[in-house]
């Protein structure tokens, strides 16, 4: 299994708190990748890096910032979380996107809710 | 842009049934596409993927996925369902440096 670790694994946090997730590889991956799963939506990509200080917005980035210092860390911050943001959150990583067809390798992901 | 959809979010076959989930897609790029399942409280594993090489592609568990360009169908399949088969079913796809993800299918298996 891809060395992928997200923290914490469950989080109970209030209506208007920050809140930090880390996903932390060993695999030396480029990309990295923040996802929420939601019933009924699937998994909807939050924000994606392409390398150390490179981000880009995924289809739901709106309320979520992204920063990534170091090629193994990748942190996904709430600034202000509201209900909406209850969610489980996956951290996904990958050699090469695009034109190589590599797949994603997923952490066990991190249960948040906001109340 | 990419996109995919998954028809049915709900499944269920009896033990030793065929299975078939289905899945479209739609791309501007040649696309890289993906099967990946999740099990209960657990992340999504990769069951298989097509990268152009076959059309016809063979997956873990027994799984296989089929690429028709004309139809832009991507349907996973499986000749005898098991119970150990009870799992959620995502399809994705992928042409840049991002993946995007069906829906979901639940994979109901009845004794």
């Known amino acids: 299994d891809a060395g992928i670790t997200q923290s914490p694994r469950h989080k109970v946090t209030e209506t208007g708190t920050p809140v930090t997730l880390r996903c932390h590889q060993t695999?030396?991956?480029?990309?990295m990748y923040w996802y929420r799963q939601d019933p009924g939506h699937g998994l909807r990509l939050i924000h994606y890096?392409?390398?150390?200080?490179?981000?880009d917005k995924g289809e739901v980035s709106d309320g979520y910032s992204v920063s990534r210092s170091k090629t193994e860390d990748f942190l996904l911050t709430l600034e202000s979380a509201t209900s909406s943001q209850t969610s489980v959150y996956f951290c996904a990583i990958s050699a090469k996107v695009g034109a190589s067809g590599s797949p994603l390798h997923f952490g066990n992901g991190t249960r948040l809710t906001v109340t | 842009a990419q996109s995919v959809t998954q028809l049915g979010s709900h499944v269920s076959v009896s033990e030793g049934a065929l299975v078939l989930l289905r899945c479209n897609y739609s791309s501007s790029v040649p696309p890289y596409l993906f099967w990946y399942v999740q099990y209960p409280n657990q992340g999504l594993q990769l069951l298989l993927k097509y990268t152009s090489a076959a059309t016809l592609v063979k997956g873990i568990n027994g799984f296989e996925a089929e690429f028709k360009k004309s139809e832009t169908s991507f349907h996973l399949t499986k000749p005898s369902a098991h119970m150990s088969d009870a799992a959620e079913y995502f399809c994705?796809?992928?042409?840049?440096?991002?993946?995007?993800f069906g829906k979901g299918t639940r994979l109901h298996i009845l004794p």
């Open positions: 695999e030396n991956h480029r990309y």
């Open positions: 994705a796809v992928s042409g840049d440096d991002k993946i995007i």
């Open positions: 890096s392409y390398g150390v200080k490179d981000t």
